[in-house]
């Protein structure tokens, strides 16, 4: 159980264009997402923290008219990085609570992650 | 705040060696532990964690200790494999999770 799935798992595009990234809880409802991001040979930053049916809240430094986040459902948010840039490339991890576990843990569950490559 | 120190890598280890990955943390509260494993191109899985003070984590080997007097959650496998070659994140979660630098594992054979 508290499988978390991600689509695409890889994406390249051009400079300028807009991407989007889906995250689901395949056997969970989660009422909170986070959204990572990992370059190279580094740990995970957290972005921001959505919340169904509400807005994200941003970390520090991510610009939240650049990373696009809505969480519409209980099963699915998605990230939008607009006018993507080559500086944008970075692998993308989306991680999800699962309110019916034991929340004591405050354990996240990990998707396997998009890589976005902007050229 | 919160924040996870781990030991820098990377490591590289001969099969059969024993592996010790130092973490420790540091939280106003009184957070759960975990360690994570990232093989190459992938997310992240959960390899054990701990929610309280002496708890001990284990899995396919690996063990750690939640040490509330030091503050440490260290990682420990008495005898590593090939296949146990990835990158290690310590990782703290109270209100949200913070991460560890991750730590490069390779085991020669």
């Known amino acids: 159980g508290a499988v978390v799935s991600q689509h695409p798992s890889w994406v390249i595009c051009k400079s300028g264009t807009s991407v989007k990234i889906e995250c689901r809880s395949l056997?969970?409802?989660?009422?909170?997402m986070f959204w990572y991001r990992q370059f190279p040979k580094q740990s995970l930053m957290l972005m921001a923290t959505?919340?169904?049916?509400?807005?994200?809240?941003?970390e520090q430094g991510v610009e939240k008219d650049k990373f696009l986040i809505n969480h519409a459902s209980l099963t699915l948010s998605t990230l939008t990085v607009t006018s993507a840039h080559p500086e944008d490339s970075s692998f993308y991890i989306c991680?999800?609570?699962?309110?019916?576990?034991?929340?004591?843990?405050?354990?996240?569950?990990f998707g396997p992650g998009t890589r976005l490559t902007v050229l | 705040g919160n924040s996870v120190t781990q030991m820098e890598g990377p490591v590289t280890l001969s099969e059969e060696a024993f592996l010790t990955i130092n973490c420790t943390y540091t939280?106003?509260?009184?957070?759960?532990l975990f360690w994570y494993v990232q093989y190459p191109g992938e997310g992240l899985q959960l390899l054990l964690k701990?929610?309280?003070?002496?708890d001990k984590g284990s899995n396919k080997g690996f063990e750690a200790t939640y040490r509330k007097e030091t503050t440490s959650f260290h990682l420990e496998k008495g005898s590593v494999q090939v296949s146990d070659s990835a990158v290690y994140f310590c990782?703290?979660?109270?209100?949200?999770?913070?991460f560890g630098a991750g730590t490069r594992l390779t085991v020669k054979p």
């Open positions: 990782a703290l979660s109270f209100n949200d999770m913070r």
């Open positions: 056997d969970f409802q989660a009422t909170t």
């Open positions: 701990a929610t309280k003070a002496d």
């Open positions: 939280a106003t509260g009184y957070p759960s």
């Open positions: 991680s999800a609570t699962n309110p019916q576990g034991p929340i004591i843990y405050n354990e996240q569950f």
């Open positions: 959505s919340n169904e049916g509400s807005k994200a809240t941003y």
